[in-house]
Each structure stands twice: as structure tokens, then as C-alpha cells.
């Protein structure tokens, strides 16, 4: 198996168990995605692997984990694609809103 399709399996299958409320299974498929990812030199599946990674984090509670997965990922997403694009948009979304739950949870 060819390590970009390696990549799409550990995707799917970790967001499979997120869905499923398996949320340590999820990040371990999706690290393993992510290293893939890296190795490759891919911004975009970068980008699209840490937003995953971030939704995780984010259901699981960890808020500040979650932050610097999207920061990461809007980054990656940037130097891969520039910002006129539907991932760039997913990801600046789930930032927003994560960072504007965070201020009023803390106000």
C-alpha cells in the first residue's frame, strides 16, 4: 500500500472512531496520519489531518490542544494552498469558534 493511501485509511478510519466516541483510537490513527502527512511534505494533508486532530481534541475537552491543531493546520493550509479555498475556510471556522467559546467560557 502506497503511503498516501496508508494516509486516507488512518483518516477515515480515525474519524470512523471518532464518530464512534473512540476518541483515543481517533488520535492514534490520525498521529499516524499526520507523521504520513509530514513525511510527505504535504501541506495539504497536513492541514486536513491536524483540523481532524483538533476536532478530536476539541470533543474530548483539551481546548488548548485543539487551539494549536487548527493554528497548525490554517498555517499548513496557507503555505499549501493560500487562503481562497474550502479547507482554509473549515479550518478558520473551527477556530473561530473554538477561540470565541474559549473568551466567553472565560469571561
Known sequence: MSRLKKLGMLNREGMKACNSGRNEDALFQLVQADSIARS??????EAKIRNNIGIVHQLSGNREEALVCFRLAKKAVIAGAGTNNNLHKVIVRNLTRLENATERKAA
Open 40 to 45: 510527505l511534505k504535504s501541506p495539504l494533508h
